[in-house]
């Protein structure tokens, strides 16, 4: 059974850089990790993706260790809208769907 | 915009009953996914179609069912209705089937849904 944990929250200042890792201890071989925002009452949002080493896009970066057992999400110099709950995600092992991390709720104090 | 739509946005009901939740993908993709979403359970894959077939079941209840239509909208039916059952509701769709390589899920808006 897949296991993926993340820490249940955060808080940083406006301006820092936020880490966020998650646990996938038991991702399959092919599957890709997703990040997902998700504000109050909308639908989670595609943040990023990777398969391994460091990917960056223009709103945060993902590094993934050559065991891929876990991932990191990294948000550079954070705003107040930055406030919501980050899921990761993979694919349910041996099947399409997605399978979500517990959310980590960050709190981005002014 | 996710080009992902929902409807209705809120639905309030009474136990036993029976509704059905609505989605219409974005253009082109062919991949429909439910999910629920409640306070203690988090973001839970309820069931998947792809061009019409159902293709991946999570935790779904007998009580639960969906289809997808020809013009790939799709319907989740939940009946029976429990208290519990209270939760938010997400439809999301992607281009592709394949959950392993790179397949970018877009969410809906959801429905709340509320048993009374």
């Known amino acids: 059974l897949a296991k993926t944990t993340q820490p249940i929250s955060m808080d940083s200042y406006e301006g820092q850089e936020v880490n966020i890792t998650c646990s996938h201890n038991n991702i399959a071989t092919n599957d890709y990790i997703t990040w997902y925002q998700q504000f109050p009452s909308q639908g989670p949002r595609f943040i990023i993706q990777?398969?391994?080493t460091k990917v960056t896009n223009e709103v945060a970066s993902l590094f993934i260790p050559a065991d891929r057992k876990s991932s990191t999400l990294s948000l550079p110099r954070v705003s107040l809208s930055d406030t919501a709950v980050y899921y990761c995600s993979h694919p349910s092992t041996g099947a399409n769907n997605l399978f979500f991390g517990t959310g980590t709720r960050l709190t981005v104090i002014p | 915009d996710s080009g992902v739509t929902q409807t209705p946005k809120h639905l309030i009901t009474a136990t036993g009953q029976r509704v059905t939740l609505r989605c219409s993908p974005r253009s082109g993709d062919l991949s429909v996914y439910w999910y629920q979403q409640s306070l203690d359970q988090g973001l839970q894959f309820l069931i998947q179609y792809y061009n019409g077939e159902e293709r991946a079941k999570g935790n779904i209840l007998e009580r639960f069912s969906a289809q997808q239509f020809p013009d790939l909208h799709s319907e989740l039916n939940l009946s029976s209705l429990e208290l519990g059952d209270s939760a938010l509701y997400f439809c999301?769709?992607?281009?592709?089937?394949?959950?392993?390589?790179?397949?970018?899920?877009?969410f809906g808006p959801g429905t709340r849904l509320t048993v009374l």
């Open positions: 999301a769709s992607s281009a592709r089937l394949a959950g392993g390589a790179y397949n970018e899920q877009f």
């Open positions: 990777g398969y391994k």
